[in-house]
């Protein structure tokens, strides 16, 4: 019967899911069209799925509270989180949803949120009772009363015992003064209340090996284990730790495998039968053994990726260069005849459809800056390079732009690594669904991408296999521990206090810090100078450096105690099986198993504060049009009573970053430098080192809340520069010479340096990329800006005027999807906040 | 030719647009130049009509009279100033005998509320502009347009200017009406690697209605630059109702076939859109066109289309608007 149903595909003469390369869905399009796939099957799911409300699902939390605090409260760390979560794998509810053809959940069913009661809680159950997450405006979760019934009942044991309450327990006056919670400096919290995530397993040992040759690697080393050696018991404990989790998986496995076949047997349609039987087989067998086919394969990527997310709550757990993973399964598939190239489309639709389901419930306050992600960060590239610089295009690089043709969600995040041999068919087709507006994919280059983690170390092999993990962040699959994103780091508040005499704009008593500030001096940060008696540019520049020195440092500090708490509370045993070398080290990847450990803070506000600079720079000391201390105090007064000095500081007649122009372009770089200088190399706690990284994701919102005006002509509270973009203030677009200028400013910062990845956001107007003419132009300014060093690019190409009328009338457009930051999402699940700074970005229109 | 004081001939230049990519092949950057014999009604860059320096006046941008007036105290004719104003805001500076336009007030106005239309700008300034993109040019085979407002009108100039990107090896167009004396024309094309002309109307009546003047110099200069084999775009401008009948269309076709003998690279037919009515408003005009409400989009798209079929009934390499490779 299975036979039937598959050869059914293989008879298929003209595959229709192979589209020509240089096919186009339209310019400007987006999502904002029905039926997308070829597909019947992929269609009827997805609207299935954009029908199913976001919800919480307490279960996971039941049983991992249960373990923690009844069953296994003896255990040392690691071996009551291998526990639990076995308990976990073994005992939670699972699911195969109606037509699917990979199956896998997280713990939660579809579009549900599994909860992580042991980083933090509290806001939770607060926000359940006072602020309902099923009436935000975005990001909407609905939790049934048996949810919450459940989670308020486990709330009390956890006092005192998350990792939040931990970590916060360990910062000082000092450390907590600029973070989150009070300045906004710097904001660390994305791994105070969750897991860092941001890793990518090794996915080609795992399928070539299964479940259970990774077993069969611990027991191997547990053989080796000297006794006597004085780390004996740590490592013990940590394989015990993983032999604890491999029975947990392969249970967890076998389960999907066994309901597959309960619900075969009842399954009265014999096509579906067919499928479900082959969904148990498939299970059963990667459950402990290696992947044989392409379908087996893609199930075993899918649901150890799950695992992953339900054992680490970190977001932007990375899928890995989908076509070199698995184009041998696909070749051998093809070549024997087990399936057709349809069918393996199909089957890379179906996966991303998997990856859409998944989610993860966020605060209020996060949900306003990093808004309809849900998941977040499920990254997965192709093209690029192999290990020995060759081209690497394959058929699936192909068909994995198709399926985001064909399905148009969010997901997941893909990227695209071009080099200087990539095909040029290859381009086109990359391009061409860049055209269709949803955002996806974003472009690497991988000769930046390769030079910089050649910059921190890694051997010419490994970097040519790297993959952007979640937004882009650079980085060896299946060997690294990256930290990436530990924080971001407001550089732009810190350009004010440089400028201000180490005292924020606008201080005074109307502060909550301000009695304690009192006690510092009346200064938050430290004195450097003020714009007021500077003498030279020189001393601005040195006072930005000594002030970015100290705010670095104490952003280091706080790093590194989030980081070490979770080491010593939340130990990730299950994770530690799929990144190399934990079970050669014997060692937790949290500990510093990994064979590359990194932590990659990001630099916020790069283009706000080059253009403030380069306004003191011409206006203060080269053109003495004003004095400094009238520009401060147009500054401190929002620019109230100053309306010449803000129309002309966001006027052409100013240097500014973004226009080809040496004077403001040499800024950005000195800003970009100055804080890679105090970032790179220093060392983590989990034995690895600092890398910078040069991106807002939504931050630059979130950092511009707590920044005053700024000299380039920004207001209060407005968000600072995205990413490694120019300025836009709602005075209007500082780059005006169009996307060359952008190209070669940008070109102009120290790639190498920034290990930790950059983004530069595009904004297209349909009208500007439409034709031939507009395809190839686009693709020329890319490979210059690549040949120039250029390190990554992403499109949004909807009109202004679409955008705005959406935001006015959302019911239209729920389907259309913009270009964030790192990650796509649809227009009306972002905050207004976002909507709005991205209608405001520079639109670049030609005709 | 005009020169400085310091004996550098210049241009009269109202805008360089980067990344141009729908007049010539490749990425170019495209340099508007002021002065226009022609008085389109469909114009969409009236900034370009007059030969000199304009005053234009953008309201919405103006910041407040109570807050700046770095204009009207600027003004020489102190408080008989040109400059009206309306609810604290500017409105108009109106055109009087008595202004001579020195410019003082936009080279004030910290908003750009008041700017100048036209810059003076010699060939090495506008140089270092062009060479600015030349990888882009390199990769694409793109290169410099000239267009306008008319670039015959500055013949020595733009000669000079292209005569500079030749030797600099970049690829030149012209964007013209080619409504100039023939040995200007000839003078300019000695740099020039491509021309793109209109052809608006084959009726010299209409074409005198809509554009201030007849068709004879246009259409003879457009066959003197097939007879010099110059590679030759042509565009028609089609406006409902005013030149795209059948038979006007035809009649283009036929003198492209009989009169050029198909010397055209590529007839482009481009859907007149009613752009450029906020830079009417900036130098206080009328727009000629303001009143003429276009038809939908799938009502011209589908007429567009049947021109263009018209006309590859004559052979003719023709493409519905600019999006489509040149060469």
Redesign the interface.
């Known amino acids: 019967m299975m036979e039937s149903a598959i050869k059914r595909e293989v008879k298929s003469t003209e595959p229709m899911a192979i589209e020509p390369f240089d096919k186009e869905w339209g310019v400007g399009v987006s999502g904002l069209t029905e039926n997308t796939s070829p597909f019947p099957r992929i269609n009827k799911i997805l609207k299935w799925l954009k029908e199913r409300d976001h919800t919480a699902d307490h279960e996971r939390a039941v049983i991992y509270t249960d373990g923690y605090f009844k069953k296994y409260t003896p255990y040392p760390q690691i071996l009551k989180c291998a526990l639990t979560l076995r308990d976990v794998l073994q005992n939670v509810s699972i699911n195969i949803w109606p037509d699917e053809l990979i199956v896998g959940e997280i713990a939660a069913p579809a579009k549900s949120a599994p909860v992580y009661p042991e980083f933090s809680i509290d806001w939770l159950c607060d926000e359940m009772v006072n602020a309902p997450l099923d009436q935000r405006r975005n990001d909407r979760y609905v939790i049934s009363e048996e949810t919450k019934k459940a989670l308020f009942e486990i709330k009390d044991y956890w006092k005192g015992h998350t990792l939040e309450e931990h970590i916060l327990s360990t910062l000082t006056e000092e450390e907590l003064k600029g973070s989150h919670l009070e300045k906004g400096v710097n904001f660390f919290d994305l791994y105070v209340s969750a897991g860092a995530g941001h890793v990518c397993a090794d996915y080609d040992k795992l399928l070539s090996i299964g479940f259970g040759g990774i077993r069969k690697q611990v027991e191997d080393q547990i053989h080796k284990v000297n006794t006597s050696d004085p780390d004996h018991l740590t490592k013990k404990e940590f394989y015990d730790a993983e032999l604890i989790i491999l029975d947990g998986v392969t249970s967890y496995i076998s389960r999907y495998g066994h309901l597959a076949a309960d619900m075969a047997e009842k399954e009265t349609n014999p096509e579906r039968k067919a499928e479900l039987l082959r969904i148990s087989s498939n299970c059963l067998q990667v459950a402990e053994g290696p992947a044989r086919d392409f379908w087996e394969a893609i199930q075993l990527w899918h649901i150890a990726t799950n695992m992953i997310i339900i054992e680490t709550n970190g977001h932007s757990v990375t899928y890995g260069r989908f076509d070199q993973i698995f184009y041998p399964y696909y070749r051998r598939d093809i070549e024997k005849g087990t399936f057709n190239r349809e069918f393996i489309q199909e089957l890379i639709e179906m996966s991303f459809l998997k990856i859409h389901e998944l989610c993860k419930i966020r605060n209020k306050t996060a949900i306003v800056f990093s808004s309809g992600t849900f998941m977040g960060g499920t990254a997965l590239d192709v093209g690029g390079v192999d290990k020995d610089g060759n081209d690497a295009t394959n058929d699936l690089s192909y068909m994995v732009l198709d399926a985001h043709a064909h399905t148009r969600i969010p997901n997941p995040w893909m990227g695209v690594r071009l080099h200087e041999n990539s095909p040029w068919e290859f381009k086109v087709k990359t391009f061409n669904v860049i055209r269709i507006g949803t955002g996806e994919p974003k472009i690497f280059n991988d000769a930046a991408m390769i030079k910089a983690l050649q910059n921190y170390d890694k051997p010419i092999e490994d970097a040519r296999n790297y993959v952007g993990i979640g937004c882009v962040e650079p980085c060896v699959p299946g060997k690294t521990y990256g930290w990436h994103d530990s924080s971001s780091f407001n550089i732009a508040k810190v350009m004010q206090l440089a400028i201000n005499g180490g005292r924020c704009i606008g201080c005074g008593s109307h502060c909550p810090r301000y009695s304690k500030c009192a006690g510092i001096g009346g200064r938050l940060g430290i004195d450097t100078g003020n714009l007021e008696s500077f003498e030279s540019f020189d001393q601005v520049m040195d006072s930005f450096d000594k002030q970015m020195e100290y705010w670095c440092n104490l952003m280091i500090s706080q790093i590194n105690k989030v980081d070490l708490a979770h080491q010593r509370l939340k130990p990730l045993p299950y994770l530690s099986l799929l990144i190399e070398d934990c079970i050669g080290k014997g060692k937790d990847v949290s500990a510093g198993g990994a064979l590359y450990n990194h932590s990659g803070p990001q630099g916020v506000g790069i283009g706000t504060v080059a253009d403030s600079l380069a306004a003191i720079k011409q206006l203060v000391f080269d053109e003495k049009k004003v004095d400094g201390k009238t520009l401060l105090n147009a500054i401190r007064a929002n620019w109230q009573?100053h309306?010449?000095?803000?129309?002309?500081v966001?006027?052409?007649?100013m240097h500014c970053y973004g226009n080809?122009d040496d004077y403001a372009d040499d800024l950005a770089r000195f800003v970009t430098a100055t804080y890679c200088k105090h970032v790179e190399h220093r060392p983590t706690p989990h034995g690895g080192e600092y890398m910078p990284g040069v991106f807002s994701v939504s931050q630059n919102v979130m950092a511009g809340f707590y920044v005053a005006a700024t000299p380039d002509g920004r207001k209060a509270g407005e968000p600072l520069s995205d990413c490694i973009g120019p300025v836009h203030t709602q005075m209007g677009s500082h780059d005006r010479?169009?996307?060359?200028?952008v190209a070669?400013s940008v070109a102009k910062l120290d790639h190498s340096r920034i290990g930790n990845g950059l983004i530069l956001n595009w904004k297209f107007s349909p009208g500007?990329v439409?034709?031939?003419?507009?395809r190839?132009?686009l693709i020329?300014?890319m490979?210059?800006y690549f040949?120039?060093n250029g390190m990554q690019s992403q499109f949004n190409i909807v009109g202004k005027e679409v955008l705005t009328d959406a935001q006015k009338n959302p019911d239209q457009y729920k389907d259309l999807l913009v270009r964030v930051a790192g990650y796509s999402a649809y227009f009306i699940e972002l905050s207004e906040e976002l909507q709005s700074d991205l209608i405001g970005r520079t639109e670049?229109s030609?005709? | 030719m005009k020169i400085t004081e310091d004996g550098e001939p210049y241009g009269l230049i109202t805008n360089i647009q980067k990344y141009t990519i729908h007049d010539g092949p490749g990425i170019r950057t495209e340099i508007f130049f002021k002065g226009c014999p022609l008085r389109c009604i469909w114009c969409s860059n009236p900034e370009g009509q007059s030969y000199e320096q304009q005053i234009g006046i953008y309201p919405s941008k103006c910041i407040g009279l109570s807050k700046c007036s770095l204009c009207i105290n600027s003004c020489p004719r102190g408080t008989d100033t040109p400059i009206k104003t309306e609810d604290d805001r500017l409105l108009s500076l109106q055109e009087i005998p008595e202004c001579k336009n020195c410019f003082r007030c936009a080279e004030e106005c910290p908003s750009r509320a008041i700017m100048i239309w036209g810059k003076k700008m010699s060939v090495p300034e506008l140089m270092k502009v062009i060479l600015e993109d030349r990888n882009f040019y390199l990769k694409t085979g793109g290169g410099v347009t000239l267009s306008g407002g008319e670039v015959m009108l500055q013949w020595e100039f733009a000669a000079l200017l292209l005569k500079a990107c030749r030797d600099a090896s970049i690829h030149t167009c012209v964007e013209s009406s080619l409504y100039c004396p023939t040995e200007h024309m000839e003078k300019v094309y000695e740099a020039t690697d491509l021309v793109i002309t209109d052809i608006k109307h084959m009726d010299t009546e209409r074409h005198k209605e809509y554009t201030g003047v007849g068709n004879e110099l246009i259409l003879k200069n457009i066959k003197r630059t097939a007879e010099l084999k110059k590679p030759l775009v042509i565009r028609i401008p089609v406006v409902p109702d005013h030149n795209n009948s059948e038979k006007n269309i035809r009649a283009t076709g036929e003198f492209i076939r009989d009169v050029l003998g198909n010397h055209v690279i590529q007839l482009q037919l481009i859907p007149f859109r009613k752009i450029g009515t906020e830079k009417y408003a900036t130098l206080n005009l009328p727009y000629p066109m303001g009143d003429f409400s276009p038809p939908e989009r799938s009502v011209w798209e589908k007429n567009l289309l049947r021109l263009t079929e018209i006309m590859k009934e004559y052979n003719i390499p023709a493409v519905a608007g600019s999006s489509q490779k040149m060469c």
């Not at chain 1, 309306?643 to 002309?648: D, I, K, S």
């Not at chain 1, 010479?737 to 200028?741: E, V």
Request: charged fraction near 30%.
């Open positions: 009573g309306e010449p000095l803000y129309a002309l966001n006027s052409d007649r080809d010479n169009g996307p060359t200028a070669k500007a439409s034709g031939e003419t507009g190839d132009s020329s300014l490979d210059i040949e120039n670049l030609f005709d």
